[in-house]
């Protein structure tokens, strides 16, 4: 029953921002190590972004830092990817992870396009 929805995705022109969501439940989401990964068409499914299961800093991927922003809200299970900045670089399927040292979840995940 554990479940990760992703929403926010979109059609952004390049320079413009987007705030990805997932929704989590079904778990103790507290508990869970929450990270945003992406896929573009041909590539390996890279992290971006990660945050502890307090919250607090995030730590990013070197092509996310400084335009996009982790963050976490244990008492609505959410955690949120805000992007700004966006280049045609980022267009990928977004997708939300939660995990522990013996496993974890993954999201379906949300389109995200950057194009002129």
């Known amino acids: 029953q554990a479940q990760l929805v992703e929403s926010g995705g979109g059609l952004v022109q390049p320079g413009g921002s987007l705030r990805l969501s997932c929704a989590a439940s079904?778990?103790?989401?507290?508990?869970?190590?929450m990270s945003w990964y992406r896929q573009a068409p041909g590539k390996e499914r890279e992290l971006v972004a990660t945050i502890t299961r307090a919250g607090g800093n995030g730590n990013y991927a070197d092509s996310a830092k400084g335009r996009f922003t982790i963050t976490r809200d244990n008492a609505k299970n959410m955690v949120y990817l805000q992007m700004n900045s966006l280049k045609p670089e980022d267009t990928a399927v977004y997708y939300c992870n939660a995990v522990r040292w013996y496993g974890g979840y993954w999201g379906q995940g949300t389109q995200v396009t950057v194009s002129s």
């Open positions: 079904g778990f103790t989401f507290s508990s869970y190590t």
